[in-house]
């Protein structure tokens, strides 16, 4: 008799119940999918410098710069030199007014779709966010009136900016 319990006991199958390890799934790859997609559309890519990189010579035509000071911003061009300055209004950076100043530089150099932005050793994160967002980026009106964003500089290197020469 007690062999026969033993026979029996060990030929009975296990049932698993993977029904709600399944639900789970199907709930969970769409959902890891969507926000796969979403995260992808907030990033913004940045060209960094690098400490082990030697300069390659660098290609001809225009290197815009967006000097952010303590005080001021400040936009030229690499080879030629400054070409404005935007002074501070009530404590704050006037970002409207670089991005005036850009949309002209845009008029005048329409091809062009790279801006280094340069910061000094204690700006704020936020400011260089503002400043990206500046430089990236303008709102405007199409041909019916409609509000749009036109892209100005998209694509954007930073950096450290120079020290000021004390004279």
């Given at each position: 008799m007690r062999a026969s319990w033993r026979?029996?006991?060990h030929n009975d199958p296990a049932d698993l119940d993977i029904t709600a390890f399944m639900n789970l799934m199907?709930?969970?790859?769409?959902?890891l999918l969507i926000t796969a997609v979403f995260s992808r559309l907030a990033i913004l890519e940045l060209n960094l410098p690098s400490s082990g990189e030697t300069l390659a010579d660098e290609p001809p035509g225009m290197q815009l710069e967006v000097v952010v000071r303590a005080d001021r911003i400040e936009v030229g061009e690499r080879n030629a030199g400054l070409m404005t300055r935007v002074p501070m209004v009530e404590e704050d950076y006037d970002y409207p007014a670089l991005t005036e100043y850009l949309q002209r530089v845009k008029a005048t150099f329409p091809d062009k779709v790279d801006a280094t932005i340069l910061l000094e050793p204690e700006i704020p994160y936020d400011v260089l966010v503002q400043v990206m967002d500046a430089v990236r980026v303008f709102d405007g009106f199409d041909d019916a009136g409609e509000s749009v964003q036109a892209e100005l500089f998209p694509e954007i290197s930073i950096g450290d900016a120079p020290a000021l020469?004390?004279?």
């Open positions: 026979k029996h006991r199907v709930i969970l790859v769409p959902f020469k004390r004279s």
